[in-house]
């Protein structure tokens, strides 16, 4: 009996669903292209890791970039309101008109005399109340003078 029970267990294994065959097909490489193959292998698992290490670098910038972008708004918007209260407190006192530049060209005599006029040139730079400037005359027989001139507007 119990070489029986041997024969049918020889019988059952022997089949080929039961039967192992080599599943691994085997490839012979020569020794110069084997060392090419583990030294790409070993540089396509270095470049993986430069990858993730990149792409970890790029997040970090990024990250970066959009604190500045924030940063910038934060700071774009205090300028912003800085100069509107400095263009409130210019209004209140008085200062909020630009100053005006004004040129002036003509003749000018001295005195009741005449004969002898002379050139004249004005520039001005003229606040609310003040005016800041120069003065340029030329006459024909004398010599050309400048002069400063400061004014202040009483009405």
Not at 63 to 74: F, G, H, T, Y
């Amino acid at each position: 009996m119990t070489q029986l029970k041997l024969l049918i267990l020889l019988l059952l294994v022997s089949f080929k669903s039961f039967s192992q065959t080599d599943t691994i097909k085997k490839i012979v490489l020569n020794e110069s292209v084997a060392r090419e193959v583990v030294k790409d292998i070993v540089k396509g698992d270095l470049c993986k890791q430069k990858l993730i290490l990149k792409e970890k670098e790029i997040k970090n910038l990024q990250e970066q970039n959009d604190e500045l972008a924030e940063i910038i708004k934060i700071k774009d918007s205090i300028l912003s309101k800085k100069n509107e209260i400095i263009t409130i407190q210019d209004k209140a006192i008085g200062w909020w008109e630009k100053p005006k530049l004004n040129g002036y060209l003509g003749l000018r005599t001295i005195g009741n005399n005449t004969m002898q006029p002379c050139l004249s040139a004005t520039v001005l730079l003229s606040f609310n109340k003040i005016s800041a400037g120069a003065q340029y005359l030329a006459q024909p027989n004398n010599l050309s003078t400048y002069v400063v001139i400061v004014e202040y507007k009483l009405f």
